[in-house]
Structures are given as structure tokens and as C-alpha cells.
């Protein structure tokens, strides 16, 4: 069976009706039988079944034991990060989402959780901080906003002797292009807002969890904190799930004729795209995510000032100015005024987060349209 086959046909016919979509259960709470007996629903923050079918679906996406489904992507992040203790540590990325940064420096290390932000482009930078207090190993591959790439693989058998969780936020590569769990991952992350969502209509985050005992424990910290998923927007999340193959194929596939364009510019001054020949890690993009480079690309401008920057992402027509990515209008934006605003300069450019860094999010638009409005955009560039 092809994969868009299984995907298709892992969400459920309703029983009760045989409705082909599942139906949006809208309700609180569930009438009982007498005290604890039920039909598996009690109370709406608990279970639901349109949550329950999304979970399911998504379990089965990514070949993992369960599914957790959470009412933003930092929510999810933030559930994850309620497995560890004080006195815990967390290695991650350094070109981390900058949401994920502001909650574990602004929040969970005030708490007593220790965060090593490291390059962990070469598997071997974590080797240096590993202890037996590190209990997450926490990537994203590829990154937000420079599209690092990290060897899964290598670094969850690096991993393995310390008994550290190994972490995929794998929202960039979506489920179709790359499958942690087969490279040794232990839990994945998702902002389902993106590219499983797929048209910019929702929030949602997704933790999905590879043993009976991680599902046990997220399954727990989701019911205990209650930022839970909502039954409109897991209906909307199922429906987004139909097309997801169809629509990262097409964006992939456009997304790498505009980095060939870009590459061309003299505009331009580094694209970062995992699908280019000179990306660093290009050849373990090429093996962990089938072949599938996906829909993000971002690149510096010649003249690297936020000026610049600003002036070229107020140009575009069909790029339009917004946070967010993965939907199936193209999106254009500045980091260092929008979505990493929150992280220091400093810490910021170490990084690879330059202050003209402009990032795309490539739709299902025609190629060549896009390609002619980035075009448009670059001629209108003032040069001193």
C-alpha cells in the first residue's frame, strides 16, 4: 500500500452514522451509565473522540505508539519539558524556534533546568556536554529560520549510553519527508499549525511518543495541565492530514527552483536550503528525509542590514508579510523583527540568524509566479 493510501484510509468512517469525515464532538462532558461507567469518555479535557480519532491518525503518521494532541506547538514543547526535574538538563540546538528558547531560558530555567545550546550540525558537539543529568537532547532538523540539519541517527546512538530522551521537532520536515522514530528519535514534536494543518486556519501542537511508558506519562502531563486541542481544530487538523502528502510534494518541488534562482542572485548573499549541493549536511538530508527537501528556504541579503530586509519583505505580492509557514499561501519573513525578536542579537548572530535573514515559505502556488515576485522584490532593492 502507497502512503498517501495509508494516510487516506487510517482516518476512520464513523460508526454510528457512516459519515466519511469525523464528526466534530462538541460537548464538555459525557453522559454515564452509573459513577465510572462509561463508553471510554467522561470529560471533554480527558477525552474526546474527535481528539481521540486525531491521535490515533497521527500515531500512525508517524509510526509511533501514541499521539497527544495539545492546543499550540509551544504547549506541546512545554508538556515535554514537564518530564524532567530540577537539576535536569537539556541539550539543544542553537538556531532553536524562538518560542522554544524564550520558554526554557524565561521559564524552565528559572526552575532549576539547566539548557546547552550547541551546534548539533556535527553529531560530536554534544559528546561535550553529555552527563548523567542531561535527560533531553532536543533538535530540529531541518531548523527555524537557517535550516540547519542534524544527524539523527548519530546522535541518538551518542545518546543511548547517557539514557537521554532524544527530541525531533520535526515540523519543517512533516511527517511525509522524514520519520524519526526509524533514526533512533524517542519523542516528536510537531506545531501542527504548519504543515499538517496545512492552511493557516489553526493552532495545534502534536507530541508523539514512541513506548507505552512515554505515552503513559505525556497522556498524564496533557489531562494534569489541560492544554488540550479543541474538537473544531481537530477536525480541521484530520482534514488537513488528507492532503498533507500532495501539498509538501508540491511545495518541495517548488521550493527547490526557487533556491536555484536565489543562488543565481547577485542580490543575495548565502540561500539555505537543505536540497542545495553546498548545504553542510546536505547528503544527510538526502538520507533522512527520503529525498524530500521541503517547502522552507531562507537566505541573507548582500546588503545585511534589517533595512534592507524590511524593504524587501514589504515588496512581495504573493509572499505575504506574516508569521507562521507550512500553509498553502506562500509566507515571507524578517526573524530578527518576528519570529526571533526574542532572542538576544548576540546570541541571535551566533547562531546564524543575520540581521537581513529573510524567510520563506514556499505555497502550492505556480513556481515561476513566486519566482517572479521574489524578482520583483530584488529590483526594488536600494543599493548605497
Same mark, same amino acid.
Given at each position: 500500500?502507497?502512503?498517501?493510501?495509508?494516510?487516506?484510509?487510517?482516518?476512520?468512517?464513523?460508526?454510528?452514522?457512516?459519515?466519511?469525515?469525523?464528526?466534530?464532538?462538541?460537548?464538555?462532558? +459525557?453522559?454515564?451509565?452509573?459513577?465510572?461507567?462509561?463508553?471510554?469518555? =467522561?470529560?471533554? $479535557?480527558?477525552?474526546?473522540?474527535?481528539?481521540?480519532?486525531?491521535?490515533?491518525?497521527?500515531?500512525?503518521?508517524?509510526?509511533?505508539? &501514541? %499521539?497527544?494532541?495539545?492546543?499550540?506547538?509551544?504547549?506541546?514543547?512545554?508538556?515535554?519539558?514537564?518530564?524532567?526535574?530540577?537539576? =535536569?538538563?537539556?541539550?539543544?540546538? !542553537?538556531?532553536?524556534?524562538?518560542?522554544?528558547?524564550?520558554?526554557?531560558?524565561?521559564?524552565?530555567?528559572?526552575? &532549576?533546568?539547566?539548557?546547552?545550546?550547541?551546534?548539533?550540525? =556535527?553529531?560530536?558537539?554534544?559528546?561535550?556536554?553529555?552527563?548523567?543529568?542531561?535527560?533531553?537532547?532536543?533538535?530540529?532538523?531541518?531548523?527555524?529560520?537557517?535550516?540547519?540539519?542534524? !544527524?539523527?541517527?548519530?546522535?541518538?546512538?551518542?545518546?543511548?549510553? +547517557?539514557?537521554?530522551?532524544?527530541?525531533?521537532?520535526?515540523?519543517?520536515?512533516?511527517?511525509?519527508?522524514?520519520?524519526?522514530?526509524?533514526? &533512533?528519535?524517542?519523542?516528536?514534536?510537531?506545531?501542527?499549525?504548519?504543515?499538517?494543518?496545512?492552511?493557516?486556519?489553526?493552532?495545534?501542537?502534536?507530541?508523539?511518543?514512541?513506548?507505552?511508558?512515554?505515552?503513559?506519562?505525556?497522556? +498524564?502531563?496533557?489531562?494534569?495541565?489541560?492544554?488540550?486541542?479543541?474538537?473544531?481544530?481537530? +477536525?480541521?487538523?484530520?482534514?488537513? @492530514?488528507?492532503?498533507?502528502?500532495?501539498?509538501?510534494?508540491?511545495?518541495?518541488?517548488?521550493?527547490?527552483? @526557487?533556491?536555484?534562482?536565489?543562488?543565481?542572485?547577485?542580490?543575495?548573499?548565502?540561500?539555505?536550503?537543505?536540497?542545495?549541493?553546498?548545504?553542510?549536511?546536505?547528503?544527510?538530508?538526502? $538520507?533522512?528525509?527520503?529525498?524530500?527537501?521541503?517547502?522552507?528556504?531562507?537566505?541573507?541579503?548582500?546588503?545585511?542590514? #534589517?533595512?534592507?530586509?524590511?524593504?524587501?519583505?514589504?515588496?512581495?505580492?504573493?509572499?505575504?508579510?506574516?508569521?507562521?509557514?507550512?500553509? #498553502?499561501?506562500?509566507?515571507?519573513?524578517?526573524?530578527?523583527?518576528?519570529?526571533?525578536?526574542?532572542?538576544?542579537?548576540?546570541? $541571535?548572530?551566533?547562531?546564524?540568524?543575520?540581521?537581513?535573514?529573510? $524567510?520563506?515559505?514556499?505555497?502550492?502556488?505556480?513556481?515561476? =509566479?513566486?519566482?517572479?515576485?521574489?524578482?520583483? %522584490?530584488?529590483?526594488?532593492?536600494?543599493?548605497?
Amino acid at each position: 500500500m502507497s502512503r498517501i493510501t495509508d494516510i487516506i484510509h487510517s482516518i476512520p468512517v464513523d460508526e454510528l452514522t457512516g459519515a466519511i469525515a469525523v464528526p466534530v464532538y462538541q460537548t464538555s462532558t +459525557f453522559v454515564q451509565q452509573a459513577p465510572g461507567v462509561h463508553k471510554g469518555y =467522561d470529560y471533554a $479535557r480527558t477525552n474526546n473522540p474527535t481528539r481521540t480519532a486525531l491521535e490515533n491518525i497521527v500515531a500512525q503518521l508517524e509510526n509511533g505508539h &501514541g %499521539a497527544f494532541a495539545f492546543a499550540t506547538g509551544l504547549a506541546a514543547i512545554d508538556a515535554v519539558v514537564k518530564l524532567l526535574s530540577t537539576g =535536569d538538563e537539556i541539550i539543544a540546538v !542553537d538556531d532553536i524556534y524562538g518560542g522554544a528558547y524564550r520558554l526554557f531560558t524565561h521559564v524552565y530555567q528559572k526552575l &532549576g533546568i539547566k539548557i546547552h545550546y550547541v551546534d548539533t550540525t =556535527d553529531a560530536e558537539n554534544i559528546s561535550d556536554y553529555l552527563n548523567d543529568k542531561t535527560k533531553l537532547i532536543w533538535i530540529e532538523s531541518p531548523t527555524n529560520p537557517t535550516l540547519k540539519v542534524s !544527524d539523527i541517527q548519530k546522535i541518538a546512538a551518542i545518546a543511548q549510553p +547517557f539514557g537521554s530522551l532524544v527530541v525531533v521537532d520535526n515540523t519543517f520536515a512533516s511527517p511525509i519527508a522524514q520519520q524519526p522514530f526509524t533514526l &533512533g528519535a524517542d519523542i516528536i514534536i510537531h506545531s501542527a499549525t504548519k504543515y499538517i494543518g496545512g492552511h493557516s486556519d489553526l493552532l495545534a501542537g502534536l507530541v508523539v511518543t514512541k513506548t507505552k511508558e512515554l505515552s503513559e506519562k505525556i497522556k +498524564f502531563i496533557q489531562n494534569a495541565s489541560g492544554g488540550i486541542l479543541g474538537p473544531w481544530d481537530c +477536525f480541521l487538523t484530520i482534514r488537513g @492530514i488528507e492532503t498533507i502528502e500532495l501539498r509538501v510534494k508540491r511545495q518541495s518541488e517548488s521550493a527547490w527552483k @526557487i533556491a536555484q534562482y536565489l543562488t543565481a542572485k547577485s542580490e543575495i548573499d548565502k540561500v539555505y536550503y537543505p536540497g542545495l549541493v553546498g548545504h553542510k549536511n546536505h547528503e544527510v538530508a538526502k $538520507r533522512q528525509q527520503n529525498g524530500i527537501f521541503g517547502g522552507m528556504i531562507s537566505f541573507s541579503l548582500k546588503e545585511d542590514t #534589517v533595512d534592507a530586509a524590511s524593504q524587501f519583505v514589504t515588496s512581495t505580492k504573493y509572499f505575504k508579510l506574516a508569521e507562521s509557514l507550512g500553509g #498553502v499561501k506562500s509566507l515571507i519573513c524578517h526573524p530578527a523583527q518576528m519570529t526571533h525578536a526574542s532572542i538576544p542579537r548576540e546570541k $541571535r548572530l551566533s547562531s546564524g540568524v543575520q540581521d537581513s535573514l529573510i $524567510r520563506l515559505s514556499v505555497g502550492i502556488e505556480d513556481a515561476e =509566479d513566486l519566482i517572479h515576485d521574489l524578482e520583483t %522584490a530584488l529590483s526594488k532593492l536600494k543599493h548605497p
